[in-house]
């Protein structure tokens, strides 16, 4: 099983995708969940182009303890015409004192030309000098190869050229890019195999895609059958315009159906929770398409094929979704079948009856056609089931609820916003009804609406509830339907909770973003105070 | 310039995506982008699977009128045992009255032995029959070969057996589809390539693949260059688990980079609106990271590099983007140089000098930091960067706001929510500052705090600036930015508006819903109200 290196670049390439931006704290975070999945090699920034990554790379020498992977700080060669000892380029890479550096080289004629505007002689030599310098200096030196495929097919000597300059003076990588993500696998392959014909064993080739083509695991796969042992690339595909080469496709493939192996052992098990974890540190959802990690990737829809697939899953899935930590779902909706209403009611651990599943199915078409969907909110859907055979005790009843946001006098430029709720409820030590039930009158404020509402709800049961207290609330989720009314349209709000063991998500519907998110609100509050076997 | 025909399946396994459904207008809407964008085949749904497809098949004979493309309804073979001819299956394919049908065939062993319980005699007979009596209907007759690449590896002698079945009956096409994804571009190759040898040019050879392996467009690419002739797939990747092939990458692959032909002549440059248009009636946005018509597909972010990539683009874009549809763009933030700010200017309009370039680069990364973005709202950049030279009239100044949530008394389970707004505005026809100006206190009602927020500002302001009515809004999204910190988090909001020649799109960013929209609210009504030279 050949070794095929994975060389991660989330930290660097990949923050710059639009609409991301990470703190120093994150991306210690990131690089200590890219260590636990078990990379080769963590890119971390490069120190000096931005402040930031300086930062990162000096607290990572006290606050970052990697067991499995190596850190690398990425740079350039010296500028044109200039010298090694004075670059400030150079200089800020050792800096970051990691035991390797990734260097970034003019590979290809035109840029060497006319971007950096000097002759394919010195665009040798500042590859060679830079490698030479940062080696001598005791580095482990990779060398990214820019534009390497569209620069060999302009003028394939000169981008050999700038790779036997790296080889000679020792640099242990090349790595090919595919900077502007046009190329083809076709493509990929010959031109990886005549490099490998000349390279031999003297370095690693290493393969850098884009997906500007929609082949970039693709690619970097023919890549790896041309030769190549080193993939470069990033969790979740983050990257500029249509991102970097998605690690958490390549690898599986790679390595669960090719045969390399690119982790170590019992590693590729933690590939989903990675991949959501580094997401979330982001602030940006994995994408439920996405191959091997998305929830959808396993999720059976079609109510009539449920129950074969239970029965025989390999014959409708192409890999055990275990393998890389995820999980086969069964997906509810109004397209379901009484057999899905059965598997998932055996696996919540309720009985239910002919009659009352009927129920659950009409509730479903009922409410899925309001816009709700149950696929991303399974306390809502499991309370929906519990409710329709009656095991779900009442903790709190609501009289009234009210939410009033005042911008004070000062004007869209300058007033200070205030938000408070009032929420009168009934409750009591038996539940609402009960003979020592109560009503309590809360207020609190907010710094918005759901925050204020939420606040209020809590002051109003905790006494009579007290386990509320161990409910928080994680996340909070805004999508308008039918976009098109703009802010006549419905609201579907998703609120995940957590007491500390578990985790669930409940949904709530509603033109009223307000009466949304406290469907979900109260939805959530009474799932965690649920009673639980375990 | 070979012909590859485009068989699109969005409106039958596209919507099998989770999280989306249309309506058969929706469907019939799609249906005339498709036409329009000028595929070969647009697979319109499943009669009787579906009580909305019957109805779709029903009002496009009346209601759709086809210019370039050919309809088809999908369905399956008759059943095991069974008889053609009392098949309702295959009646209601042929009342669906469409020229051409697509019918899927079980050409695994596993699957017409363990599925349909079944002999491979049985199975072979369920094509040739159900061929036989399409083709003696009149209809075209494509068969999809369902879980081919997985039966092939099984046992490639019944899988050919059952393509044998098919052409022997006269079937046009032979679609290869690769049920559960699983299958690698080397694979699709080398399977491709014995299935066109057996079958030469009696019967035309598709290609239908999902992207569980993110491979779905590099092995459409490989199964053309082994011999197919026909690619199936969904527009922006739509379909179930990861999605089926992306038509949107696979064409302009095929067609700007390969010489193949799939549309006709100037049609592909209609792909990136067909794109959107499509995403928009299902209410999905396209992915901004899409290869070829993704919002960020070509845009360049880094602000070192603009001035280089203005200077000569196709050394940093992989295909002209407007070959496609889509264009170039230049993305403004914190990390912009002055270069980039002096470009959006002279692309506005407006006359800036250098104190005020610092002015906005300042303003972007403070407010960026905040969590504003001004990537996807233009309209609030634009305003920002007309502010700091001063251009932007004021055209009315709020005194303060008040909105109210009530439920009323009922509880969650059935109180009624009613929102109101109130709004004190300064307004007048020269301005808040003229001595003509007004003061005007509106309030209106709404089925939300945003709805009723946008009705009580225009009630107020609309007397003095008629022009506001002609301002509507079209979309609103939500984004909770730090979604850890649940309902406290950072709200940001994205507003679109028209006046019915130009769209834009405005964003405000605050802990408070409420106040992040208003903020939208206030920029989209002032940018609708600039003076426009043309």
Redesign the interface.
């Known amino acids: 099983m050949r070794l095929v290196e994975v060389f991660d670049t989330t930290l660097r390439d990949g923050l710059?995708?639009?609409?991301v931006?990470a703190t120093v704290d994150d991306k210690l975070r990131i690089a200590e969940q890219l260590d636990h999945l078990g990379v080769h090699y963590i890119e971390g920034g490069w120190p000096g182009a931005n402040p930031k990554d300086i930062e990162f790379f000096a607290r990572a020498q006290t606050e970052l303890s990697l067991s499995t992977s190596t850190l690398v700080a990425f740079g350039s060669t010296r500028r044109p015409r200039g010298k090694t000892d004075d670059d400030a380029t150079l200089r800020n890479l050792l800096e970051a004192n990691t035991s390797a550096v990734c260097i970034v080289a003019k590979s290809a004629e035109?840029?060497v030309v006319?971007?950096l505007q000097t002759t394919l002689d010195e665009g040798a030599a500042m590859i060679a000098d830079s490698v030479e310098f940062l080696r001598s200096a005791g580095r482990t030196v990779l060398v990214d190869m820019e534009?390497f495929f569209d620069g060999y097919k302009q003028n394939p000597e000169f981008s050999l050229r700038a790779i036997e300059a790296a080889v000679v003076q020792g640099a242990s990588h090349l790595v090919l890019c595919d900077t502007?993500?046009?190329?083809?696998?076709?493509e990929v392959a010959r031109i990886v195999a005549d490099v490998k014909s000349h390279v031999g064993d003297d370095a690693i080739i290493g393969i850098h895609c884009h997906?500007?083509?929609?082949?970039a695991?693709?690619?970097s796969?023919?890549a790896v059958?041309a030769g190549a042992g080193h993939i470069q690339g990033t969790l979740n595909?983050l990257g500029?315009?249509?991102?970097n080469t998605?690690l958490t496709?390549?690898i599986p493939?790679l390595q669960l159906?090719?045969g390399y192996t690119c982790l170590p052992d019992g590693r590729i098990e933690r590939l989903t929770a990675v991949s959501h974890h580094v997401a979330?540190t982001l602030?940006r959802a994995v994408?439920?398409?996405?191959?091997?990690v998305?929830s959808?990737?396993?999720?059976?829809?079609?109510g009539l094929h449920v129950s074969?697939i239970a029965r025989?899953k390999d014959?409708?899935?192409?890999?055990a979704p275990e393998a890389v930590g995820n999980g086969t779902r069964f997906?509810v909706s109004e397209m379901a079948g009484r057999a899905t209403i059965q598997m998932k009611a055996d696996e919540i651990g309720i009985d239910i009856d002919g009659q009352q599943i009927n129920q659950v199915i009409d509730d479903l078409k009922r409410l899925?056609h309001e816009g709700y969907?149950f696929?991303a909110a399974d306390a809502s859907l499991e309370l929906l089931m519990r409710r329709a055979v009656g095991s779900v005790p009442e903790f709190f009843?609501?009289?009234?609820?009210?939410?009033?946001?005042?911008?004070?006098?000062?004007?869209?430029?300058g007033?200070a916003?205030s938000?408070e709720a009032t929420v009168?409820v009934w409750v009591g030590p038996n539940g609402p009804d009960g003979d020592d039930a109560e009503r309590h009158v809360s207020i609190a404020e907010?710094?918005?609406?759901?925050?204020a509402i939420?606040g209020a709800l809590r002051k109003a049961i905790e006494r009579a509830v007290p386990r509320v207290a161990g409910i928080?609330?994680?996340?909070?989720?805004?999508?308008?339907?039918?976009?098109?009314s703009?802010?006549?349209?419905t609201?579907r709000v998703l609120?995940?909770?957590t007491d500390g063991t578990r985790d669930w998500t409940t949904i709530g519907v509603?033109?009223?973003?307000?009466?949304a998110?406290?469907?979900a609100l109260?939805d959530s509050l009474v799932y965690g105070l649920l009673p639980r076997e375990s």
């Open positions: 710059q995708v639009e609409g931006t035109y840029h006319e971007a534009h502007n993500g046009g190329t083809l696998p076709h997906d500007d083509t929609g082949c695991v693709a690619n796969i023919a059958e595909g500029e315009r249509t991102g998605n496709t390549v493939n159906k090719m979330e602030n994408d439920p398409q996405a191959p091997y998305g959808s990737a396993f999720a059976h829809k079609a074969a025989a014959a409708y899935e192409h890999v997906v899925e969907q696929e009843r609501v009289e009234s609820m009210r939410v009033i946001t005042d911008e004070l006098p000062g004007g869209i430029a007033g916003f938000t009168k907010g710094n918005g609406p759901v925050n939420d928080h609330l994680t996340d909070y989720k805004v999508r308008i339907l039918d976009g098109g703009a802010t006549g349209a609201t609120l995940s909770a509603s033109p009223n973003i307000i009466e998110s406290w469907r109260e």
